[in-house]
Nanobody, 125 residues
Framework: HVQLVESGGGSVQAGGSLRLSCVAS????????MGWFRQAPGKEREGVAA????????FYADSVKGRFTIFRDNAKNTVYLQMNTLKPEDTAMYYC???????????????????WGQGTQVTVS
């Protein structure tokens, strides 16, 4: 069965860094666009970043451009989110998700992603 398992969350001070990982199994990972989303308490889930199946293109929310980097290792079925210069407003539950086959211009829409992980908490103080 399909599984997406996130890890790497935690508590960090403002200005610090974290790297999130998401390991996928149970489907043809290398054929899917992968995205990272986040949801803060009382807010809607929002797209943070996405990467095409082959890794050739990436997409970012304006709020994280220049601070976050998404990349993937298709040999390890893993997608990463490197988060630098973290801010308190980055505090949220972070989810990885998979969409087949392309990311598209609406990559930031959660409803377009088929598979989801359970999330990992990031807290910035």
């Amino acid at each position: 069965h399909v599984q997406l398992v996130e890890s790497g969350g935690g508590s960090v001070q403002a200005g610090g860094s974290l790297r999130l990982s998401c390991v996928a199994s149970g489907y043809t990972y290398s054929s899917y666009c992968m995205g990272w989303f986040r949801q803060a308490p009382g807010k809607e889930r929002e797209g943070v970043a996405a990467i095409t199946a082959g890794g050739g293109a990436t997409f970012y929310a304006d709020s994280v451009k220049g601070r976050f980097t998404i990349f993937r290792d298709n040999a390890k079925n893993t997608v990463y989110l490197q988060m630098n210069t973290l801010k308190p407003e980055d505090t949220a539950m972070y989810y990885c998700a998979a969409r087949y086959p392309i990311c598209g211009g609406d990559w930031y829409e959660p409803k377009n992603f088929r598979y989801w992980g359970q999330g990992t908490q990031v807290t910035v103080s």
